[in-house]
């Protein structure tokens, strides 16, 4: 029995179909069928029953999924436990955000892959929240404020944003001045969040109301410099908008606290030793851009006798402790 079978096997059942297990895996669904027979044939027994809308577990199937999932994890630990120490293998199945993702977190996942030439890494780029559970993921990166959830998280980082607004949209409905007025304004947002706002210490939270949503940062952005509303935005996608004039600051009195950067995970005791080292180089990675960032403000003031202004230390995305 082969335990690349057992693997194919979980991912079928867990993910309802051969086909959407075969979009997991990056492999065909030609594939998996023969990896589901050859497995079947071993056991002498039908695992799962096709039909038109996929693959069901059969009460034999239902019964062999758990054992099969606990033979492949302990197969697991045991190839890490016999390879040299720090080195990984098996497979790694993160969800990452499409905004920043591609840009900030994708080359940290290469070098994972560049110092572990045993472990098999596969990433999915999205905005859309998923349900790393139910999709079969190992773990997921988040970008923003946290909602409550039976999840792990572990956070690696902050990540800075403004409201901001074109001065066609100002000039033709003026600028909110106090939070309260952040209501009779069309908000740029994801769904439905909430946005919070710094008064002094205190943080106010404000539930806007607008007609434009979209699961993606430079999309709210293409909104608001269209004229469309105001948009909370992390730094990295607006510095530039903001520079040229294309794209003002809304409500500076009352900024947003810094958002999160987390390594999200399903609930367990312990996270697999590849999540920890996945969250381990992400806090060094953030770490090495904070001390970057340090750097080259420290040489700015020393040729300068003007310090550059905050928002302009703050231009680039800053996702760091």
Same mark, same amino acid.
């Given at each position: 029995?082969?335990?690349?079978?057992?693997?194919?096997?979980?991912?079928?059942?867990?993910?309802?179909? !051969?086909?959407?297990?075969?979009?997991? *895996?990056?492999?065909?669904?030609?594939?998996?069928?023969?990896? +589901?027979?050859?497995?079947?044939?071993?056991?002498?027994? &039908? +695992?799962?029953?096709?039909?038109?809308?996929?693959? =069901?577990?059969?009460?034999?199937?239902?019964?062999?999924?758990?054992? =099969?999932?606990?033979?492949?994890?302990?197969?697991?630990?045991?190839?890490?436990?016999? +390879?040299?120490?720090?080195?990984?293998?098996? /497979?790694?199945?993160?969800?990452?955000?499409?905004?920043?993702?591609?840009?900030?977190?994708?080359?940290?996942? $290469?070098?994972?892959? /560049?110092? #572990?030439?045993?472990?098999?890494?596969?990433?999915?780029?999205?905005? @859309?929240?998923?349900?790393?559970?139910?999709?079969?993921?190992?773990?997921?990166?988040?970008?923003?404020?946290?909602?409550?959830?039976? *999840?792990?998280? @572990?956070?690696?980082?902050?990540?800075?944003?403004?409201?901001?607004?074109?001065?066609?949209?100002?000039?033709? #409905?003026?600028?909110?001045?106090?939070?309260?007025?952040?209501?009779?304004? &069309?908000?740029?947002? &994801?769904?439905?969040?909430?946005?919070?706002?710094?008064?002094?210490?205190?943080?106010?939270?404000?539930?806007?109301?607008?007609?434009?949503?979209?699961?993606?940062?430079?999309? *709210?952005?293409? =909104?608001?410099?269209?004229?469309?509303?105001?948009?909370? %935005?992390?730094?990295?996608?607006?510095?530039?908008?903001?520079?040229?004039?294309?794209?003002?600051?809304?409500?500076?009195?009352?900024?947003?606290?810094?958002?999160? !950067?987390?390594?999200?995970?399903?609930?367990? #005791?312990?996270? $697999?030793?590849?999540?920890?080292?996945?969250?381990?180089?992400? %806090?060094?990675?953030?770490? &090495?851009?904070?001390?970057?960032?340090?750097?080259? +403000?420290?040489?700015?003031?020393?040729?300068?006798?003007?310090?550059?202004?905050?928002?302009? /230390?703050?231009?680039?995305?800053?996702?760091?402790?």
């Amino acid at each position: 029995m082969d335990i690349e079978d057992l693997r194919i096997f979980v991912e079928v059942a867990d993910a309802g179909g !051969v086909s959407s297990a075969a979009r997991r *895996l990056g492999v065909s669904k030609s594939i998996v069928s023969r990896s +589901l027979a050859r497995l079947e044939e071993d056991l002498g027994v &039908q +695992l799962l029953a096709r039909t038109t809308r996929g693959a =069901a577990l059969t009460e034999a199937g239902s019964t062999f999924r758990d054992h =099969a999932a606990k033979a492949c994890a302990e197969i697991d630990l045991a190839r890490e436990t016999i +390879l040299p120490a720090g080195h990984l293998c098996g /497979r790694l199945r993160v969800a990452v955000p499409l905004t920043f993702g591609p840009t900030h977190l994708a080359p940290v996942l $290469a070098d994972m892959a /560049r110092r #572990h030439p045993q472990l098999h890494v596969y990433t999915s780029y999205t905005d @859309r929240f998923v349900d790393i559970v139910g999709e079969g993921f190992d773990c997921a990166i988040r970008i923003g404020y946290l909602e409550d959830s039976n *999840l792990i998280a @572990r956070r690696v980082g902050p990540i800075y944003g403004k409201l901001v607004a074109s001065p066609d949209y100002i000039a033709a #409905h003026g600028s909110p001045e106090s939070p309260d007025e952040l209501i009779a304004h &069309q908000a740029l947002m &994801q769904g439905t969040e909430a946005w919070q706002l710094m008064d002094g210490d205190k943080i106010i939270t404000v539930r806007p109301q607008g007609r434009f949503k979209a699961d993606n940062g430079t999309a *709210l952005a293409a =909104a608001a410099l269209a004229g469309l509303g105001i948009a909370w %935005i992390p730094d990295g996608i607006t510095h530039e908008y903001l520079a040229s004039g294309a794209l003002v600051p809304v409500l500076t009195r009352y900024p947003p606290p810094p958002a999160g !950067v987390y390594v999200i995970r399903p609930p367990g #005791h312990l996270p $697999a030793r590849k999540i920890r080292v996945l969250t381990d180089m992400l %806090i060094e990675c953030f770490n &090495q851009a904070r001390n970057a960032d340090s750097a080259n +403000l420290s040489a700015r003031t020393d040729h300068s006798s003007t310090p550059a202004p905050l928002e302009g /230390r703050r231009a680039r995305s800053r996702i760091d402790p």
